[in-house]
């Protein structure tokens, strides 16, 4: 292939790329549309804490142990722990780390035929990965990191907490 030939594909599988990146739209109705179902530790960073969201469709599928179908939305509001003047991470009398800002939104959305775009180390059944600043503008972030992440919990639809959306 000529260098012009690299240059346009190169080009092309960038724009591709960013496309992706940018299907999934900031749900800004999900505090009141959504139902929170589970607060907790971040388990993949010890000075995070995360609330978890899901719209209806979500948890109605969760609920009656089915798959989540296409149209599922989760929400992830990414706190920082509150740390002390030393840069520990703090944490209240139960033993769980005291919530401080809120840092990003990270949102999951499955759709018909999205998971056939990742290889097989990157692809979470059709689930897509966005993160938001909290006022919802689109961060620019390695989302193969969220995807390599969740990609091994095919049993779980490549969730860490669908066992608590289903209560």
């Known amino acids: 292939m000529s260098k012009a ?62 798959e989540l179908p296409n149209g599922s939305v989760l929400v992830g509001e990414i706190y920082a722990a509150k740390k002390d003047n030393e840069g520990k991470v703090q944490k209240s009398s139960l033993g769980l780390r005291i919530r401080d800002k809120l840092a990003a939104v990270a949102v999951m959305q499955k759709e018909e035929g999205w998971g056939a775009t990742f290889p097989d180390g990157l692809r979470n059944g059709d689930w897509d990965f966005a993160i938001f600043s909290p006022d919802g503008k689109r961060l620019e972030k390695d989302l193969n990191a969220c995807r390599q992440c969740h990609a091994p919990l095919a049993d779980t639809q490549h969730l860490f907490s669908l066992e608590h959306m289903a209560r």
Do not use: C, M
């Not at 299907?23 to 800004?28: K, Q």
């Not at 009141?32 to 179902?37: A, V």
């Open 5 to 66: 030939g690299w240059i346009l594909a190169l080009a092309l599988t960038t724009g591709a790329a960013l496309a992706e990146d940018a299907r999934i739209s900031f749900p800004s109705d999900y505090k009141s549309g959504f139902t929170n179902y589970l607060n907790l530790d971040r388990v993949q960073n010890d000075d995070q804490i995360i609330h978890l969201f899901a719209n209806d469709i979500a948890l109605e599928a969760a609920l009656a142990g089915k």
